[in-house]
């Protein structure tokens, strides 16, 4: 989809209401009484069999009797009877279709099928589907409301929702708390056409939009989003909440969306990297996303506090702190400054406590904003306390310095470039000195915490702005560019043979072709051969059961570990073949692996997998038996880089383990993270590859061991990736 045929849909010059009502409580009724009352410029059809007219306006029985040209159909009719409806709209040469109506891809298989012959339809006839399963789209800028939400605030930032009572949410809180409105809103649905992704290409190249707030459940093509995100993030922030954490939200939004749901960490890192400010609080969503339109970014992450007491300041700074936000100390000139205006007993290294300075003159918070933000340490500003109640809480002349001090500061933000928030005890009074405040771009909130989320989230945007000038992210695979002819042999193999799971002995061996470190091990199909190879490898053996029948070597007693002597390697032997046998009593038998006893280090975990929504993504921890339970893994959509590799080392807990603990040699890190490229190139090269596990690899200060290593095809050839 390009943007022009966006546009066309957001700024359609005349529009079908089929469904159309007079029945207020249906949104065929909704639909048309706000386009009136909007006074929406273009033409309106509305479109029922059984009607006349609707609401004054002349009502066609058909799409089709309709003579002039109609640009978008908004389709609110049950759902068994969009088929024939979109069909219709082909031929009438409609360019965009709001499909409404539910019982489509939320609903299962048949639903599904449904969903596919829209779409089959749309794609015959060209035609543009938002949804279907959508609570409407609206163009603030052409009057164009097919929401029915009334009194939608205009402004700068685009909404997409998956919730109609999401977004009715945001844009409520947004009319009552906040001088910030809209430029779009597109309730998504099911994506049935167009994409999360298309929507933010549009928004990017869009004049009216600053920002982009989202409410997702799920995304048909999560990589693609992301690929796109990451342009658009460097134009213009994106703040996106996306519901599922629980296993009974999952199921609440897969009901809701027919999309796979849930924020894991593969999303949360995936959304970082992108450069999106993910949200975990409903509440939180519309502030931040009001503070990054309004607002320069925090570019260094070092930000001041000044408040009207102790209390709120430590609080402030509490949360700040855990935020990863940096509070440093004020330099030695702005504390003299700021002595110099305040009370002796002032605090002034931040933060900044004006001890009752500001009792008799409120004006003074402008005076110290601005000596702090003249502070070269310092990045941002957060006021907390009293301003904007100074003339309830002391004496009704004191709004006027107030006031004063409003103009002051909002001029100072445009002038610095540093941001200044807001948090307000009397924010809900709504007086003049707070509305100042926000026409001037500084948001006033009453709650502590969503103030300090809004630093926090400027503060992270700003290091994301900084850091992608000297990288760049890929979430785009060149397939098969780096394959290896041996390699395809080895999984066209498999394929021949019927097997998904390839031996171990060929997994190790497209790892070895692909340059990681694999020790030297042969297969032995008797005892007395595993004796002999044993002695070449020389010191303690490992023996492992090669068959394709058996998935979990462990499991089926397919394991011995520690071997030395000739005696234990044929009784090693011939147990494992017992215990295989036992275990699956048709098993097919290739022999017993021979290797190396691997020395002792630190077990780790590299493991991948195909996402439902990103793709192919890989997993690093702590391995070995402990991997499930303790869960101390990070994730990183794939391709990946030696600086994401590196980062993925520094977010699993137990870091410090990698650095040696009590007396123990650190491990070599950047063996770790060649094995880590490795992989990221060997999914890159095959597509065919559904998982791979490597567990345990022993990791050392002289370099790492892969013990064990698992690759699993995938069900079909892949055509094409």
């Known amino acids: 989809?390009?943007?022009?045929?966006?546009?066309?849909?957001?700024?359609?010059?005349?529009?079908?209401?089929?469904?159309?009502?007079?029945?207020?409580?249906?949104?065929?009724?909704?639909?048309?009484?706000?386009?009136?009352?909007?006074?929406?410029?273009?033409?309106?059809?509305?479109?029922?069999?059984?009607?006349?007219?609707?609401?004054?306006?002349?009502?066609?029985?058909?799409?089709?009797?309709?003579?002039?040209?109609?640009?978008?159909?908004?389709?609110?009719v049950p759902g068994e009877a969009v088929p024939d409806i979109l069909e219709k709209c082909g031929k009438k040469n409609v360019k965009g279709a709001v499909i409404i109506s539910g019982g489509f891809g939320e609903l299962g298989a048949k639903g599904k099928q449904k969903e596919r012959e829209i779409s089959e339809t749309a794609e015959k006839f060209n035609i543009r589907i938002i949804g279907p399963n959508t609570s409407g789209m609206i163009s603030l800028y052409n009057k164009l409301n097919l929401a029915g939400i009334p009194d939608v605030p205009k402004g700068n930032i685009a909404?997409?929702?998956?919730?109609?009572?999401?977004?009715?949410?945001?844009?409520?809180?947004?009319?009552?708390?906040?001088?910030?409105?809209?430029?779009?809103?597109?309730?998504?649905?099911?994506?049935?056409?167009?994409?999360?992704?298309?929507?933010?290409?549009?928004?990017?190249?869009?004049?009216?939009?600053?920002?982009?707030?989202?409410?997702?459940?799920?995304?048909?093509?999560?990589?693609?989003?992301?690929?796109?995100?990451?342009?658009?993030?460097?134009?213009?922030?994106?703040?996106?909440?996306?519901?599922?954490?629980?296993?009974?939200?999952?199921?609440?939004?897969?009901?809701?969306?027919?999309?796979?749901?849930?924020?894991?960490?593969?999303?949360?890192?995936?959304?970082?990297?992108?450069?999106?400010?993910?949200?975990?609080?409903?509440?939180?969503?519309?502030?931040?996303?009001?503070?990054?339109?309004e607002l320069p970014p925090i570019n260094k992450n070092r930000v001041a506090i000044l408040a009207d007491g102790g209390g709120h300041a430590t609080v402030a700074a509490d949360i700040l702190s855990d935020y990863g936000v940096d509070i440093p100390q004020l330099g030695e000139k702005t504390q003299q400054r700021l002595a110099e205006i305040l009370p002796p007993n002032a605090s002034l290294k931040n933060p900044v406590d004006v001890a009752g300075g500001t009792d008799e003159n409120p004006s003074l918070f402008a005076d110290c904003a601005k000596i702090i933000l003249n502070d070269s340490s310092i990045d941002g500003l957060l006021i907390v306390g009293l301003f904007g109640g100074y003339s309830i809480r002391f004496a009704d002349t004191l709004r006027f310095m107030e006031e004063d001090a409003a103009h002051r500061m909002g001029k100072l933000v445009k002038k610095v470039e540093k941001p200044i928030i807001l948090q307000s005890l009397y924010a809900l009074k709504n007086t003049h000195s707070l509305e100042l405040l926000r026409y001037y771009g500084i948001p006033v909130y009453e709650s502590l915490g969503i103030a300090c989320k809004c630093v926090s989230s400027l503060s992270q945007y700003g290091a994301y702005l900084h850091h992608t000038k000297?990288?760049?992210?890929?979430?785009?695979?060149?397939?098969?560019?780096?394959?290896?002819?041996?390699?395809?042999?080895?999984?066209?193999?498999?394929?021949?043979?019927?097997?998904?799971?390839?031996?171990?002995?060929?997994?190790?061996?497209?790892?070895?072709?692909h340059k990681a470190p694999v020790s030297e091990e042969k297969i032995a199909t008797t005892a007395e051969q595993a004796v002999k190879l044993a002695k070449k490898l020389g010191g303690k053996v490992v023996l492992k059961i090669v068959s394709k029948d058996i998935l979990h070597k462990s499991d089926a007693g397919g394991v011995k570990v520690n071997l030395e002597t000739e005696e234990e390697i044929r009784a090693a032997f011939d147990k494992i073949i017992s215990n295989v046998k036992e275990y699956k009593p048709d098993v097919d038998i290739k022999g017993c692996l021979v290797s190396p006893m691997a020395d002792k280090g630190v077990e780790i975990i590299i493991g991948t997998k195909v996402d439902d929504q990103f793709g192919p993504v890989i997993m690093v921890g702590l391995g070995g038996i402990l991997v499930e339970v303790l869960k101390d893994v990070a994730f990183r959509v794939l391709p990946i880089t030696r600086t994401s590799a590196k980062s993925m080392l520094s977010d699993i807990k137990s870091a410090p383990i990698l650095d040696g603990v009590r007396g123990e040699q650190p491990v070599d890190k950047n063996a770790i993270v060649n094995l880590l490229l490795v992989v990221s190139e060997i999914i890159e090269s095959y597509p065919d590859i559904q998982e791979m596990d490597l567990n345990p690899v022993i990791a050392r200060s002289d370099g790492l061991s892969i013990v064990d290593a698992r690759i699993i095809l995938k069900e079909e050839v892949p055509v094409s990736e």
């Open 470 to 513: 000297k990288r760049t992210v890929h979430f785009v695979f060149n397939w098969r560019q780096k394959a290896k002819p041996e390699c395809i042999e080895i999984i066209k193999r498999a394929r021949s043979e019927g097997r998904r799971a390839l031996l171990e002995t060929e997994a190790k061996e497209i790892i070895a072709i």
């Open 1 to 76: 989809m390009n943007n022009i045929q966006l546009r066309e849909i957001f700024y359609a010059q005349s529009v079908a209401i089929v469904g159309a009502s007079v029945n207020e409580t249906k949104r065929g009724y909704r639909a048309v009484a706000t386009l009136l009352r909007d006074r929406y410029e273009g033409r309106i059809y509305p479109v029922n069999p059984k009607l006349n007219s609707v609401l004054g306006l002349k009502c066609y029985h058909d799409i089709l009797e309709i003579h002039e040209d109609v640009d978008i159909a908004l389709i609110t």
């Open 159 to 293: 909404l997409l929702s998956q919730s109609g009572n999401v977004a009715l949410h945001i844009i409520t809180e947004a009319g009552l708390r906040s001088n910030v409105g809209f430029s779009h809103y597109v309730g998504v649905g099911n994506e049935a056409d167009i994409r999360f992704h298309e929507y933010l290409k549009y928004f990017e190249e869009d004049s009216l939009t600053k920002a982009i707030v989202m409410y997702v459940e799920g995304m048909r093509d999560g990589r693609s989003f992301l690929q796109q995100a990451y342009q658009t993030t460097r134009k213009k922030p994106i703040v996106l909440l996306k519901s599922g954490r629980s296993a009974t939200g999952m199921r609440s939004a897969g009901s809701h969306t027919g999309s796979l749901a849930g924020i894991s960490e593969v999303s949360r890192t995936a959304f970082k990297r992108a450069g999106i400010i993910t949200i975990d609080n409903l509440d939180e969503l519309f502030p931040v996303a009001e503070t990054l339109s």
